[in-house]
């Protein structure tokens, strides 16, 4: 099966600044990698996503890169508010069938 | 109203119970799918279907089993609960792969 490693675990940012969560997978045979959103109480929400034939894609203040050769995968986050503040989580798609998530980080912005 | 609802929202038992959770969607889609999160560990992949009669097992199917008793129906049961299963429990749906999956609310299950 697949392995998804992610860093950092925790991270906290002051509002406004950027932040960068990292993620490594094993099996290069996954070709589509999501990001999801978990807030308190709820279940993960995709907030973007990005398939094996793009290198990099952005949507308002998130973007997400990702580079083959090396399987790894980054989220972006830039101009951080408060509301950003939740776990996000990586997740590698291996043919279609099956949801591979990393381990998840913590994400705090300080007002 | 949610598009994917699961029932109970909470739920305590004791060891050895027959226990049944349970996922309705509203979506449409069918391919259906149950998760267990545990702290520091992510979602894993309990069970997936693709449609009524196809049932796959996923990375951590041991101790689970599950019925789809209709496109919109995908039920997760524990025939004999064990304290080790104490999780968050999550449905998703999608329209096909690889795509968005939508999910759930979860079920909190603790076993005594």
Redesign the interface.
């Known amino acids: 099966?697949e392995n998804?490693e992610?860093h950092p675990?925790t991270l906290s940012v002051q509002e406004g600044d950027s932040a960068v969560i990292k993620c490594t997978y094993s099996d290069s045979a996954s070709?589509?990698f999501?990001w999801?959103k978990q807030e308190l109480?709820?279940?993960?929400?995709?907030i973007i996503?990005i398939?094996s034939n793009v290198g990099e894609k952005k949507d308002q203040r998130i973007a997400v890169t990702l580079n083959k050769t090396a399987k790894h995968f980054s989220l972006h986050i830039t101009e951080t508010q408060p509301e950003d503040s939740a776990v996000y989580?990586c997740v590698a798609?291996q043919s279609?069938?099956?949801?591979?998530?990393?381990?998840?980080t913590s994400l705090t912005v300080i007002p | 109203d949610a598009d994917?609802t699961q029932t109970p929202r909470n739920r305590i038992t004791k060891t050895g119970k027959r226990i049944m959770l349970e996922c309705s969607q509203t979506k449409g889609h069918d391919r259906m799918?149950w998760y267990r999160q545990d702290p520091?560990?992510?979602?894993?992949?309990i069970y997936?279907s693709f449609d009524v009669k196809d049932i796959?097992k996923?990375?951590i199917s041991d101790g689970y089993s599950v019925s789809r008793q209709a496109q919109a129906k995908f039920s997760l049961s524990l025939e004999s609960a064990i304290p080790n299963q104490t999780a968050l429990y999550?449905c998703?749906t999608s329209a096909?792969?690889?795509?968005?999956?939508f999910?759930?609310?979860?079920t909190r299950l603790t076993v005594l």
């Open positions: 099966g998804v992610q675990s070709n589509y999501p999801y109480g709820k279940g993960p929400q995709l996503d398939r989580f798609d279609g069938n099956q949801f591979y998530f990393g381990t998840g | 994917v799918y520091g560990l992510g979602l894993r992949l997936y796959n996923g990375e999550f998703a096909g792969s690889p795509n968005e999956q999910f759930g609310p979860g």
